[in-house]
């Protein structure tokens, strides 16, 4: 009876380390395939990065740009405007040659468009031995939402001067000051240079665009200026 027992015993621990073993094998097989990548999982080829994990800013269709910078990562590029080297001011200027003009002419024609562009309230400094005014006066001041849309931020103060020859005439615009719209909770309009906006360190691209909006209406601006002052075409009756 004891002998039957033993038996049993042995056969018993013999099956036990049967299963143990299956059990440690199975484990090491597992541990081995974990450490082997499949080929077709991205990296295979440890030779080489892994460029599909990788967004390099071009698709194997296009040709790959050395240097290529990311745009989100490029500094944001502020418009760039004339600087006056002797007044430091950022100023518009151009000399506009017209030949067929007399300087009396085109001394007439400045203050006309001034006096229908600038209004009535504008403040003028004339030097009429030199052929000179200098308007300081101001324009509406938007910003563009969209192609149709825009919405008013006060006015853009600025000094215009205008210098006459026979034939020629010069325009300068400087001293150029944005003036807020008054708050409606009430107070007072702020007052900024565009030169603290051009330099400024903070609010950058909201000064930014300030400025270019600046910009578009100056220019639109000078080239009525340069229609104000054109002489007209003079149609002779007798050509037809």
């Keep these: 009876m004891i002998g039957a027992r033993v038996i049993s015993m042995s ?8 299963i143990t073993g299956l059990f440690l094998l199975l484990c090491f097989s597992q541990s081995v395939q974990a450490q082997v990548q499949d080929e077709s999982t991205p990296g295979f080829d440890f030779s080489s990065p892994d460029t599909t994990l990788v ?4 698709t194997e269709d ?9 745009p989100l990562l490029k500094p944001y590029e502020r418009i760039t405007l004339y600087v006056d080297s002797a007044t430091n001011l950022i100023t518009y200027y151009g000399i506009i040659e ?17 006096s229908t ?10 030097d009429k031995r030199n052929q000179k005014i200098t308007y300081i006066g101001s324009i509406p001041a938007y910003a563009y939402v969209n192609k149709y849309s825009k919405r008013p931020i006060g006015k853009f ?4 001067t205008f210098l ?8 300068q615009i400087t001293n150029l000051v944005h003036e807020t719209v008054k708050p409606a909770e009430g107070g007072k309009s702020t007052r900024n240079y565009f030169e603290y906006y051009y330099t400024c360190t ?13 910009d578009k209406d100056i220019n639109y601006m000078i080239d009525g200026i340069i229609a104000a002052l054109r002489e007209p075409v003079i149609v002779d009756e007798d050509d037809w």
């Design 62 to 70: 296009a040709p790959k740009e050395k240097g290529k910078v990311d």
């Design 157 to 160: 103060e600025f000094k215009i």
């Design 11 to 18: 056969r018993l621990l013999k099956s036990c380390l049967k």
């Design 164 to 171: 006459i020859k026979e034939g020629r005439y010069k325009y």
């Design 55 to 58: 967004d390099t800013g071009y």
């Design 117 to 126: 562009v600038l209004g009535k309230e504008v403040k003028i400094e004339v």
């Design 98 to 114: 017209q030949e067929e003009s007399g300087s009396d002419s085109l001394y007439l024609r400045a203050k006309r468009w001034a």
């Design 202 to 214: 903070t609010k950058v691209r909201e000064n930014d665009i300030i400025l270019r909006n600046a």
